[in-house]
C-alpha cells in the first residue's frame, strides 16, 4: 500500500507558553479524530509530529491513524526552525519508501510547519538540505504577530498568516490541516495524482490569510 505521508512541524519554543500550546495540542487531537472519520485518509494518511524549540525532535514517527496517539507536547527555549527543517528531511529519507524498480513508494509527503516567531539558529543550511526533498507539497503558517512571514516564504510559497495565536484561530487552523490532508488522500485515491498547490485544497477559513 502506497501511504501518503504528512509531517506536522510545530513551534514549541517559550512564547507559545499559555493559550497558544493547548490550542495546539487540542488542535492535533482535533485533527487526528477528524482524520479518522475519512475513510480515503485512514487507509493512506499517515502522521509524524515533529516540535522543535532549542533542539528539533520528532516526538511521533509516521503511524498510521488507528495507532496515532497524540504526544505530550511542551513549551521551552527559543525557535531553532533550522534544525527542524533537517530533521524532517532526514525523517523522510529514512521513512519515506522510494519507488523502485519492482515497487511504487509512498507518495510524496505533505508537510505543515506552524511558527509564531522568528528563527533562533542557522535556518537557512536546514533550508538547504529540506529543499533536496521532494514533497508533494509544503504549507507553513504564521501564528501571530511575531511570526516572520519573510522567512517562511523562502521555505514556501504556501504561506497563510493567523492574526492571532489563541484557541480560536490554532483551532481553524487545523481544522483546515485536516480538510486538507483528507482531499489529498482522496486526490490520490481517485486519480493518482497528488496535490501541488493551496488552490487544489478546500478553501482556508476567514482567519487564515493566504500571503502574497
Not at 516564504?153 to 486538507?180: C, E, M, P, Y
Amino acid at each position: 500500500m502506497r501511504r501518503l505521508p504528512v509531517y506536522v512541524l510545530l513551534d514549541t519554543s517559550g512564547s507559545m507558553n499559555g493559550e497558544p500550546i493547548e490550542a495546539v495540542k487540542n488542535g492535533v487531537q482535533l485533527m487526528i479524530s477528524s482524520l479518522r472519520q475519512n475513510p480515503q485518509a485512514i487507509e493512506t494518511a499517515f502522521i509524524s509530529i515533529i516540535t522543535f524549540d532549542s533542539a528539533a525532535r520528532q516526538l511521533v514517527p509516521l503511524t498510521d491513524l488507528a495507532s496515532f496517539q497524540v504526544p505530550d507536547i511542551r513549551v521551552t527555549g527559543t525557535t531553532a526552525l533550522g534544525e527542524a527543517l533537517r530533521l524532517t528531511a532526514t525523517c523522510i529519507d529514512n521513512e519515506v519508501a522510494r519507488t523502485t524498480m519492482e515497487q511504487k513508494g509512498d507518495w510524496k509527503p505533505l508537510v505543515f510547519l506552524m511558527t509564531d516567531g522568528m528563527p533562533t539558529d542557522d535556518w537557512q543550511s536546514g533550508l538547504a538540505e529540506f529543499r533536496k526533498r521532494k514533497t508533494a507539497l509544503t504549507v507553513a503558517c504564521a501564528a501571530g504577530p511575531k511570526a516572520d512571514t519573510g522567512v517562511l516564504k523562502q521555505v514556501t510559497d504556501n504561506v497563510v498568516r493567523l492574526d492571532t495565536a489563541d484557541t480560536h484561530t490554532i483551532g481553524k487552523f487545523f481544522t483546515w490541516v485536516s480538510a486538507s490532508i483528507g482531499v489529498s488522500s482522496t486526490k490520490i485515491e481517485h486519480s493518482g495524482k497528488e496535490v501541488a498547490g493551496l488552490d487544489e485544497l478546500p478553501p482556508p477559513p476567514s482567519e487564515l490569510n493566504i500571503v502574497v
